[in-house]
């Protein structure tokens, strides 16, 4: 059985020291392949040192994160698109609207989000999107730069069926993670009306870590909980959610196995 985490932040550090031994965890409880999208300028550096230290198993994704964009996003932006001339990166990510803390910057937050999406289009590659508070802003955005070469993950899914369809819609995987397992979230009732084909799984580690790890800091080993999750949800064994999942998250950062 192998499970992919499509979006772990495992290379911040709360992990320092941790990577060999996190990683043996995760390899413990299937965790086959782990996907890490880029924050801002200060997080390139372990990111990339973290896959380079096993380029098989860590894949690096390549963005500035929508609570990181401020008045000078557009230095920024040049200097994150530089690493694009000398390394392979999987995604555009993590990128998007966050206008859950802060509206100040939304304008900018829109621009940023507006260039890193024609930055997937022009290298072919999927976009990995970050919406809090921000469905409205981001699907406007989406209509307005839609084609045929705009594809990728709505991570983290807190949303209601409807904003699921449309994301179906538009060709876009759905990203759930370990909110799917808390009570209260009532994420579960939307995902057993979507098509388990369109899921991807994810931890996004550090945070945000499932029942029965609440509270704790979250890890990519944990991910095991949450496709448990989705195999109750959806009637089927873990293997089965695992082998769909899997393929979803493959086919969505290309790599072919």
């Given at each position: 059985m192998?499970?992919?985490?499509?979006?772990?932040?495992?290379y911040?550090?709360?992990f320092k020291?941790?990577?060999?031994?996190?990683?043996e965890r995760?390899?413990?409880?299937?965790?086959?392949k782990?996907?890490?999208?880029n924050?801002?300028l200060?997080?390139?550096?372990?990111?990339?040192?973290?896959?380079?230290k096993?380029?098989?198993?860590f894949?690096?994704?390549?963005?500035?994160?929508?609570?990181?964009?401020?008045?000078n996003?557009?230095?920024?932006l040049n200097?994150?698109k530089?690493?694009?001339?000398?390394?392979?990166?999987?995604?555009i990510?993590?990128i998007?609207?966050d206008?859950?803390w802060?509206?100040?910057?939304?304008?900018e937050?829109?621009?940023?989000?507006?260039?890193?999406?024609?930055?997937?289009?022009?290298?072919?590659?999927?976009?990995?999107?970050?919406?809090?508070?921000?469905f409205?802003?981001?699907?406007?955005?989406?209509?307005?730069?839609?084609?045929?070469?705009?594809?990728?993950?709505?991570?983290?899914?807190?949303?209601?069926?409807e904003?699921?369809?449309?994301?179906?819609?538009?060709?876009?995987?759905?990203g759930i993670?370990?909110?799917?397992?808390?009570?209260?979230?009532?994420?579960?009732?939307?995902?057993?009306?979507?098509?388990?084909?369109?899921?991807?799984?994810?931890?996004?580690s550090?945070?945000?870590?499932?029942?029965?790890k609440?509270?704790?800091?979250?890890?990519?080993?944990y991910?095991?909980?949450?496709?448990?999750?989705?195999?109750d949800?959806?009637n089927?064994?873990?293997?089965?959610?695992?082998?769909?999942?899997?393929?979803?998250?493959?086919?969505?950062?290309?790599i072919?196995?």
């Open positions: 192998f499970l992919i985490d499509t979006h772990s932040h495992v911040l550090p709360d020291g941790e990577e060999e031994s996190l990683k995760a390899r413990n409880n299937h965790i086959h782990i996907f890490l999208p924050i801002d200060s997080s390139i550096k372990p990111l990339m040192n973290l896959c380079s096993d380029p098989g198993y894949y690096p994704l390549m963005g500035l994160h929508p609570s990181s964009v401020d008045e996003y557009r230095e920024v200097q994150i530089s690493y694009f001339n000398n390394s392979k990166f999987y995604a990510g993590e998007g609207i206008l859950y802060d509206k100040t910057y939304i304008n937050q829109k621009q940023a989000f507006r260039d890193q999406i024609e930055w997937g289009k022009e290298m072919n590659l999927p976009i990995v999107i970050h919406a809090r508070n921000s409205d802003e981001i699907f406007e955005i989406i209509e307005e730069l839609n084609d045929n070469n705009l594809y990728g993950i709505f991570h983290s899914f807190t949303g209601n069926i904003q699921a369809r449309y994301i179906i819609s538009k060709g876009f995987k759905i993670n370990g909110i799917v397992t808390f009570k209260n979230a009532n994420l579960d009732d939307v995902v057993k009306q979507i098509d388990i084909n369109h899921l991807v799984l994810e931890t996004d550090p945070y945000l870590a499932p029942v029965p609440r509270g704790k800091r979250n890890e990519s080993s991910l095991y909980y949450i496709a448990e999750k989705i195999a949800i959806y089927i064994k873990i293997e089965e959610a695992a082998e769909i999942t899997t393929k979803n998250a493959l086919e969505i950062f290309g072919n196995e």
